[in-house]
């Protein structure tokens, strides 16, 4: 760990769906990132980047989200962001739905401070080993947010690599589940044919878990998996490496 | 929703369920991904590749009035008729006079999309004229009398056993399964075609500004059998395939191979620059080039999304395609499907009709990230979408969206939706999965989790006045 990457005043952000539905990653989030040394805080008047919004084409009223996002993250020293699809929506987006208006300069900026959570521990913490332990053969699922809008593939890999008991298996190819946002309730047939594409390729592995850095994608797949009954399960990043 | 949104929804719901359809396009797009990959480390560097052809296609979209220009110069300095058509109706105009001109009867096509833009076939056909598809895919689905599948390749959709029932039905031959026999049988055919044709119609995969020529990729020879017996030729393009200069064939050729069909170059590549020359033996007696806009210039003037011309129509987008690989190509009812048909439709076609397309997506980036042109696709989805709001907004929407902003920006209004729909919870079961259940569309095939009982935000409420306390004490 680099000298210069202790003890810094860490923003995280917890998108709608982590709080409501999966607050555990974000638990295990603040205990890891609190376990290297960092001052944890989390804004309460916080709830969402607005992507639902700007994806369906309405971005006024995702700049009306974002705009008040971004004046709570103004003086931030970083912002680590618990999902590849929100880290996507706040490091991508904001600076082109921002771009020309007055906050403009301020989406940019933030931008610069914005990681999602792997991302974060490799590239800005040089961390690779939490050591925590989890004894299950797992499959990793790119979101594909985090995969080509934030370019993080290798980062939870590494981290992978690094937990006891833990082997990490490759599904054939990297290819969407298919949550999509709000795609996978307006084309709910595309949406289900893509997610059964992509538990069958995470089925052949032989894995007993899908680990992802996006609870969203998860939240689709496991979905799936338990309307077929399969004894495959879906878990967090942050999840296995906060155990031990 | 218009019709054709109508449509699509129906298609892609009976699509994305057939299973025999999934596996079949699952097998053939695994086979193509291998070869691709391996043709991609043919080069140097491909992402150098793809910049340089980025920006070769940069330039010859940005400066099209200058290369078109000098492209009609060059084309016409050999004797060839150069024509513009600002419309389908009008491209379909010009030919039907060239083949009434002419006193044709049949006209032999090889492969051109842009033909398919324009329903040229219907029209020809229409006026009493006899159009045989010589490309192999093409010749099928003309036979079934269904539009080509997929830009590449047009007859994806079919096994081999397909294809032996089609031509045992419509060329009584003998049922084989043999794919060899089975393009003897239509070989025998086309030659005959050919040689009776008073007309060759083909489309273009590149026009040179520098040389006036036009360049024709193929594996099948038969564009070239469509270029070289009939008399006349002619020639159907989209303004926006210029490139500047001969040489940069030397990298849009294997290029193109590369992400189409998964090979280091197809098995023949012509070029064409007018008609036979004095003292040459061969080659059409008369050359008509036709130059369709139809609302290209309209995507021009759209600085945001005129990368889109950029398109080679290689089809890789549609091969990584998770939509396109689930719902196939038929479902989009467009001449270009996949992530660019999605895109280009809504402007070749009109925003509202075909909106739908842009949404019909997790937008994933695939495309995007195959693109050998580094068109931005899945943003221009988001673009269409946006576009599509600003002029016609649906009002729930709307009011649902206003609505979300306010509630997430108000801490008291969250934690109170959040109690609310804890309580209401537990009496969804007796809705869920039911035509009343709100969540519908995600519980038919899906589970949803719960609201937790403490949430994120509660339980860091709870730990900060537990550190107040603390504190105090």
């Not at chain 2, 036979?143 to 294809?163: C, N, Q, S, W």
Request: glycine share 6%; aromatic share 8%.
């Amino acid at each position: 760990m680099s000298i210069a990457s202790v003890g810094m005043k860490v923003t995280l952000f917890i998108p709608c769906f982590v709080d409501l539905m999966y607050p555990k990653v974000g638990i295990s989030m603040v205990q890891i990132l609190e376990k290297l040394g960092h001052t944890v805080e989390c804004p309460e008047e916080i709830a969402c980047c607005g992507q639902p919004a700007y994806n369906s084409g309405y971005w006024d009223e995702a700049r009306a989200v974002g705009g008040r996002v971004l004046e709570r993250l103004k003086e931030s020293e970083v912002v680590v962001i618990a999902s590849g699809s929100c880290g996507a929506m706040l490091k991508v987006f904001y600076p082109e739905l921002f771009n020309g208006t007055a906050q403009a300069e301020t989406a940019r900026a933030v931008s610069k401070r914005c990681y999602e959570f792997s991302d974060f521990l490799v590239t800005k913490l040089g961390v690779t080993h939490l050591g925590a332990r989890f004894s299950a053969k797992v499959t990793f699922h790119d979101g594909c947010h985090g995969l080509r809008e934030l370019h993080t593939y290798d980062q939870p890999r590494r981290l992978l690599q690094h937990v006891r008991g833990l082997e990490l298996v490759e599904m054939n190819e990297n290819v969407c589940c298919g949550f999509g946002g709000t795609f996978a309730a307006k084309f709910p047939m595309i949406s289900t044919a893509m997610g059964e594409v992509k538990c069958a390729s995470a089925q052949e592995t032989g894995a007993d878990y899908i680990v992802s850095n996006d609870s969203s994608c998860l939240m689709h797949i496991q979905g799936l998996l338990d309307r077929q009954g399969a004894k495959m399960k879906t878990i967090h990043l942050a999840e296995i490496l906060a155990s031990s | 929703m218009s019709a054709a949104a109508q449509e699509f929804k129906t298609q892609a719901r009976l699509l994305s369920a057939d299973l025999r359809h999934r596996q079949l396009i699952q097998t053939a797009l695994s086979k193509y991904e291998v070869v691709r990959d391996q043709n991609k480390e043919a080069f140097q560097n491909w992402e150098a590749a793809r910049q340089a052809a980025a920006e070769i296609k940069w330039e010859a979209i940005n400066h099209l009035d200058q290369h078109l220009a000098d492209f009609v110069r060059n084309l016409e300095a050999r004797g060839t008729k150069v024509h513009w058509a600002s419309t389908g109706a009008q491209a379909r105009d010009i030919i039907l006079g060239i083949v009434h001109e002419k006193n044709a009867r049949s006209i032999v096509k090889s492969k051109a999309m842009t033909s398919e833009e324009i329903h040229l076939n219907e029209a020809l056909e229409h006026a009493r004229f006899e159009v045989v598809e010589s490309d192999l895919g093409e010749f099928i689905v003309q036979l079934r009398k269904e539009a080509p599948y997929h830009i590449v390749f047009p007859a994806m959709h079919l096994t081999r056993g397909d294809i032996s029932d089609l031509f045992a039905r419509e060329l009584h031959s003998a049922p084989t399964q043999n794919p060899e026999d089975l393009t003897m049988i239509a070989r025998h055919v086309l030659r005959q075609k050919y040689l009776a044709a008073d007309i060759g119609l083909t489309g273009a995969n590149f026009a040179i500004a520098e040389t006036g020529m036009i360049s024709i990729t193929e594996n099948e020879g038969n564009a070239r059998l469509t270029a070289a017996l009939p008399k006349v030729m002619v020639t159907l393009l989209g303004i926006e395939k210029v490139l500047p200069s001969l040489e940069d064939l030397a990298l849009f050729l294997p290029m193109l191979s590369t992400m189409g069909t998964g090979q280091p170059l197809t098995c023949y590549n012509s070029l064409y620059g007018g008609p036979r020359q004095p003292g040459e033996p061969d080659g059409p007696e008369e050359y008509h080039v036709v130059l369709l806009d139809n609302r290209r210039t309209e995507l021009l003037a759209d600085a945001e999304q005129r990368d889109a011309l950029h398109c080679i129509r290689c089809g890789a987008c549609l091969n990584v395609c998770p939509i396109f690989r689930n719902v196939g190509g038929h479902t989009y009812g467009t001449t270009y499907s996949g992530p660019i048909g999605s895109v280009i439709t809504p402007h070749l076609r009109g925003l509202q009709d075909w909106r739908h397309l842009s949404y019909a997506s997790s937008l994933c980036g695939a495309c995007t990230e195959t693109c050998p042109v580094k068109i931005n696709l899945h943003h221009h989805l988001l673009h269409n979408r946006r576009n599509a709001c600003i002029q016609r907004p649906s009002r729930v929407e709307k009011v649902a969206f206003k609505l979300f902003a306010f509630i997430v920006d108000r801490p008291a209004l969250y934690n109170l939706a959040k109690r609310a729909g804890r309580l209401l919870q537990r009496f969804y079961p007796v809705l869920k999965g039911t035509r009343l259940d709100p969540a519908y569309a995600w519980t038919k095939t899906r589970d949803l989790p719960p609201i937790a009982q403490q949430t994120f935000k509660e339980y860091w409420r709870t730990r900060r006045s537990d550190r107040q306390v603390t504190k105090c004490i």
